[in-house]
């Protein structure tokens, strides 16, 4: 039984920080690519960043590039975003997901297990 918990969401001013942490059970982790996805209210679920099995390839989406960081330890099975200046329009429920191979993708059907999710909530 996979298993993925994010953690590390809250509320946080426009231009501040969160990290966002998953950690991953169930699976040979650092077989798999890994991706953080959001969904705002009102709004259909979307690819935010993404990267390989040994983190060494990273994607992300135009939205948060240069702002988003998104990383892994092999070892705490763990795959990390770091959120810098944030902004109001990031406000959703960011969700992390394991992925069915080694490559990265934007896809959300290549994406074989979900966790619940986080709130992170951006104020002006």
């Known amino acids: 039984q996979v298993q993925l918990v994010e953690s590390g969401g809250g509320l946080v001013q426009a231009g501040g920080s969160l990290r966002l942490s998953c950690a991953a059970s169930g699976r040979t982790f650092n077989n798999y690519a890994m991706g953080w996805f959001r969904q705002a209210p009102g709004k259909e679920r979307e690819f935010v960043a993404t990267?390989?099995?040994?983190?060494?390839?990273?994607y992300y989406a135009d939205s948060v590039k240069g702002r988003f960081t998104i990383s892994r330890d092999n070892a705490k099975n763990t795959v990390y975003l770091q959120m810098n200046s944030l902004k109001p329009e990031d406000t959703a429920v960011y969700y992390c997901?394991?992925?069915?191979?080694?490559?990265?993708?934007?896809?959300?059907?290549?994406?074989?297990?979900w966790g619940q999710g986080t709130q992170v909530t951006v104020s002006s």
């Open positions: 997901a394991l992925g069915s191979g080694g490559a990265i993708t934007t896809i959300q059907q290549m994406y074989d297990y």
């Open positions: 990267l390989n099995w040994s983190g060494g390839s990273t």
